[in-house]
């Protein structure tokens, strides 16, 4: 069975730090490319990072500079550690997994986790 599962998420202030984790299980890791998306009430969901088995990163721009993802590919895991976090942060947080090495569309993900809620207050 596939899963991804998101974990991490919680209540912080603002200019406190997070780190979600996104456990890979039932489909080759090495594989796939691992993103991070948000959603906001009323927003749509955006993407704001991902990295491709071979370590290639990229930001959304309202994350750089601020957020780190990273991988254990031993663990089956992609964490994404999320510094100076500011109340527009607030938002439940989905990772997703790709088969398109680059992906550019959200349509490109076929795995999705079930999201976890991070909330910052100010």
């Not at 500079?65 to 992609?78: E, L, P």
């Amino acid at each position: 069975e596939v899963q991804l599962q998101a974990s991490g998420g919680g209540l912080v202030q603002a200019g406190g730090s997070l780190r979600l984790s996104c456990t890979a299980s039932g489909f080759d890791f090495d594989d796939y490319t691992i993103g991070w998306f948000r959603q906001a009430p009323g927003k749509e969901r955006e993407g704001i990072s991902f990295i491709t088995s071979d370590g290639f990163i990229e930001y959304s721009d309202s994350v750089k500079g601020r957020f780190t993802i990273s991988s254990d590919n031993a663990k089956n895991t992609v964490y994404l550690q999320m510094n100076n976090l500011r109340p527009a942060d607030t938002a439940v947080y989905y990772c997703g997994a790709s088969e398109v090495v680059i992906p550019t569309r959200q349509s490109h993900y076929e795995f999705w986790g079930q999201g976890t809620q991070v909330t910052v207050s100010s």
